[in-house]
């Protein structure tokens, strides 16, 4: 059986291809972030099924560690999927300090395969697929059943199925990490492997030797959220996503330019304070901040949502996209203070829109978080509520205090760097990022001093 390499472009915004070679298919369905919904539904790719034979598989990690920030084995095969495109707790994907790493799925017992899928969902690196797909009955006499990653799996019991690549311009073998000029190939991705001819064939074991979409950085390792094995003998049942019922408010911008949307389906106890307090700050201050954050070609997120809903780890709010999910409870222990700033802070990170950056520069950096965070922290406690004095700093402080300790301190010292030495130089350090060229020479450039120097002036200037 041949294996290869599986080319994709990423011009259509919602697109499948098939490639055959020999016996094994291998069909990809893609919807970018715009079109991306938590249906999964993809043009030649199936949709999840609930109940196919890997829901009662056991999945063993046989090298690499799993990202805790994320879901455990369990969320490859629970039968449900993520509802945003950043939810890392609703994935497995494998930690930052390795490689990719390879996973064992046992059905139990060897069947007929029809079919094998495997679904993914991030808006940036961690959204495509890249892995080698091995698969045995398990009875060769010298069949290893967990393989490490010095052992070629084809030299003890496994025989190699095929080989998945769905990042742009995908011109490197599984494990060669990301080449010059790809994208980030972000959105949703649904790969079905199967045989033109009938079944994959009979087994029991399969082997994913999976790999990271890039190595510069530690945000390669694939956004996994199921793996279907599908058997020819029991019918698929999709698994079904309902449109939670409740509350959505639907508003506009005086002028008809910018849209928004506040679901409070899972808190309707919230629902009155958006309405009338929430949605008008977001009227004024979304276009107020992308007139603030202007750059060459750049043009801000014209529909943005704000969710409420129950977030585990007590995040106040993050944003993915023009996705801003806000944590109910959160939220209704502050909303007589901090709640409304909050918003215009996670707007900032909507309008900053980083993550396009890799998609026209492949050599693009990534913005350090103090830079992010202490952006959006600066437009709202300097811009958007300076009488609050949310982000100064007291004299115990000082002595401890960087600049690059971000969010509320990091806030301070760029709002010390507008009024001492360039009253844009926060808007151009953002223009910077967004085409993905932040360096920490940006800021001698603009003020004629290194981090370091400015850091000990912005201190003494604290005394």
């Not at 291998?26 to 030649?44: C, E, L, W, Y």
């Not at 961690?126 to 080698?132: H, L, S, W």
């Not at 001698?444 to 370091?452: A, E, N």
Request: aromatic fraction near 12%; charge should be negative.
């Amino acid at each position: 059986m041949k294996t290869y390499l599986f080319p994709l472009g990423m011009a259509a915004l919602l697109m499948a291809a098939t490639v055959s070679f020999g016996e094994v298919k291998v069909s990809v369905g893609h919807n970018d972030d715009d079109r991306a919904t938590p249906a999964f539904q993809f043009k030649g790719v199936p949709t999840p099924a609930k109940n196919d034979a890997a829901s009662n598989a056991v999945f063993t990690i046989v090298d690499g560690q799993r990202d805790r920030a994320g879901g455990n084995l369990e969320q490859l095969h629970d039968g449900k999927l993520p509802t945003e495109e950043d939810q890392p707790s609703e994935n497995f994907y494998f930690n930052a300090g390795t490689k990719g790493g390879r996973l064992l799925v046992d059905l139990g017992g060897a069947i007929d395969v029809k079919q094998v899928n495997t679904y993914s969902w991030h808006p940036d690196t961690r959204g495509p697929q890249v892995y080698t797909l091995y698969a045995s009955d398990g009875t060769d006499a010298d069949f290893d059943a967990q393989p490490k990653r010095d052992t070629d799996p084809e030299k003890c019991g496994w025989k190699q199925i095929a080989q998945v690549d769905t990042r742009p311009d995908a011109d490197a073998a599984p494990g060669e990490g990301r080449g010059k000029g790809r994208g980030t190939g972000g959105g949703q991705y649904g790969v079905s492997i199967s045989d033109s001819d009938g079944n994959i064939g009979h087994y029991r074991y399969l082997l994913f030797d999976i790999f990271p979409t890039e190595e510069a950085d530690g945000f390669g390792n694939t956004f996994y959220n199921e793996i279907d094995v599908i058997d020819p003998r029991t019918p698929a049942k999709p698994i079904e996503y309902a449109q939670p019922k409740g509350r959505r408010e639907v508003f506009k911008t005086d002028d008809g330019v910018y849209q928004f949307t506040i679901d409070t389906s899972q808190g309707p106890q919230i629902a009155d304070w958006t309405r009338k307090t929430l949605a008008p700050v977001i009227k004024v201050w979304y276009p107020k901040l992308v007139q603030l954050l202007p750059s060459k070609g750049f043009e801000a997120a014209k529909s943005v949502s704000i969710t409420f809903q129950k977030i585990p780890n007590g995040t106040p709010a993050y944003t993915s996209g023009n996705r801003i999910t806000c944590n109910i409870d959160w939220f209704m222990k502050n909303l007589r203070g901090q709640a409304a700033g909050a918003v215009v802070h996670e707007m900032v990170h909507v309008v900053q829109s980083y993550g396009r950056a890799r998609r026209g520069n492949p050599h693009a950096s990534r913005t350090p978080g103090w830079v992010q965070e202490g952006m959006a922290d600066y437009y709202r406690w300097f811009i958007y509520e300076p009488q609050s004095h949310g982000a100064d700093i007291r004299p115990r402080q000082i002595a401890t205090v960087r600049y690059d300790n971000s969010y509320r301190v990091s806030a301070n010292f760029l709002n010390w760097l507008s009024e001492k030495y360039d009253k844009d130089i926060v808007p151009k350090v953002n223009a910077a990022c967004r085409q993905g060229n932040y360096s920490d020479s940006l800021w001698k450039q603009y003020t004629g001093h290194t981090l370091q120097e400015l850091d000990a002036e912005w201190k003494a200037s604290l005394q």
